[in-house]
């Protein structure tokens, strides 16, 4: 199957249908996915500015780390159950859309990065994390926030 073709099977489930045939039902789970990408976002961005040491000095990284995983966990997991049904009721437009592919990509290495390498240089609790902490942090706002662009792309281009 080429993707293309998976592009319109997808376009053709029921739950693609279902999201198109009513008014209401695109607004309401794209504003759940915009809301959790706020969290998402936020809850991050706080832990990367501190392991930068450009904010919430006080707290220790590992600590701030631990009392945001939860929120970054749950979010995360609503983007992505909200992300499905936005995607399947508009497959084939995201199939030629030049925004979608990189937002794609850049979510997937968004992930691992973050539950590979960023995950670790958190568990230090250094004032300001050490350098590599200082270099994960870097590259995890580079990362979401490429996400968060690409998406935003999505409705321009």
Request: proline share 4%; net charge positive.
């Amino acid at each position: 199957m080429d993707l293309h073709a998976f592009f319109e099977w997808c376009d053709t489930t029921a739950l693609g249908l279902a999201i198109r045939g009513n008014s209401w039902s695109f607004p309401l789970v794209e504003t759940i996915h915009i809301l959790a990408i706020t969290v998402l976002l936020g809850s991050i961005l706080m832990t990367d500015l501190r392991m930068l040491g450009l904010a919430l000095r006080g707290i220790p990284v590992a600590r701030l780390q631990r009392q945001l995983a939860k929120s970054i966990d749950i979010s995360l997991l609503l983007v992505v159950l909200t992300g499905i049904p936005l995607f399947l009721s508009e497959a084939v437009k995201l199939d030629d859309n030049i925004a979608f592919r990189p937002k794609i990509i850049l979510l997937v290495l968004a992930i691992l990065f973050h539950y590979g390498v960023h995950n670790r240089a958190t568990s230090s609790d250094a004032p300001a994390g050490p350098a590599w902490g200082k270099l994960a942090a870097v590259v995890s706002i580079v990362l979401w926030f490429g996400v968060g662009a690409a998406g935003r792309a999505i409705g321009f281009v």
